[in-house]
C-alpha cells in the first residue's frame, strides 16, 4: 500500500515540484485538482474501453445501446433525439446505428403516424446485451471507487458537479463575446 501510495505521489507531485524548483514564482495549485483529474480520466476511459470491447461493442455503439435502455418501453428514439442524448452530430449517430443494426441489436422502424419518422429500437437481443454489459460497467465502476467511502463518493460527486459549473463559467470575457 505504502508502494502504491508512493507510485501515486510521484506522477503529478513531481512536476508540481519540478515547476516550483523552475519557476517558484508560479501557482500550480490548479495541477494539484486538474492533472490528477486528467490521469484519472485516462485511466478510467482506458478501462471502460476494455470492458465494454470484451463484449464486442464501441463506446459509443454503448452509448447508443444506454440510451435507447433508459428511454424506457419500447426502447427507441430517433437519430436526433440519440444525437441529443449522446452530444454527437446526427451523421455520428447514424453510423453507431448501422453498425448496431448490422449486428441485429437494434432495428429502424417508421413511425405509424408519420413515415418521415425512423426510430431506432432495440431488438430483444439488443436489450440483453445492454442489460448485460451495463451491469458488468457499473460493477467495474464499483470497483474503481472501492477505496472511497459511500460518503466520500457522495462529497466527490458534488464537488465534480461544482467542479464542471466552475469550468463553464470560466469563459474569459473575450471567448464569451466571440
Known amino acids: 500500500m505504502a508502494d502504491r ?7 503529478v507531485a513531481q512536476f508540481i515540484d519540478d515547476w516550483a524548483r523552475e519557476r517558484p514564482e508560479l501557482d500550480t495549485t490548479p495541477l494539484e485538482v486538474l492533472a490528477r483529474l486528467h490521469r484519472s480520466f485516462l485511466r478510467y476511459n482506458t478501462k471502460l474501453i476494455a470492458s465494454i470491447e470484451r463484449h464486442g461493442l464501441s463506446v459509443a455503439g454503448f452509448d447508443v445501446l444506454t440510451a435507447l435502455r433508459r428511454s424506457g418501453a419500447p426502447y427507441r428514439l430517433t437519430a436526433g433525439q440519440l444525437a441529443d442524448q449522446g452530444l454527437v452530430s446526427s ?8 453498425r ?6 437494434i432495428v429502424r422502424e417508421r413511425d405509424d403516424d408519420d413515415r418521415r419518422v425512423v426510430y431506432s429500437r432495440l431488438t430483444d437481443e439488443g436489450l440483453a446485451k445492454v442489460d448485460e454489459v451495463f451491469t458488468e460497467h457499473l460493477d467495474n465502476e464499483r470497483r474503481m471507487l472501492g477505496e472511497l467511502s459511500p460518503a466520500e463518493c457522495r462529497q466527490l460527486s458534488r464537488l465534480l458537479r461544482k467542479l464542471e ?3 463553464l463559467g470560466s469563459d474569459a470575457p473575450d471567448e464569451a463575446a466571440s
Do not use: H, M, P, Y
Not at 5 to 11: C, E, I, N, P, S
Not at 100 to 105: M, R, V
Open 5 to 11: 501510495k508512493a507510485a501515486r505521489r510521484d506522477a
Open 91 to 98: 451523421a455520428g449517430v447514424t453510423l453507431r446505428i448501422d
Open 100 to 105: 448496431l443494426e448490422k449486428d441485429g441489436l
Open 165 to 167: 459549473d466552475s469550468i
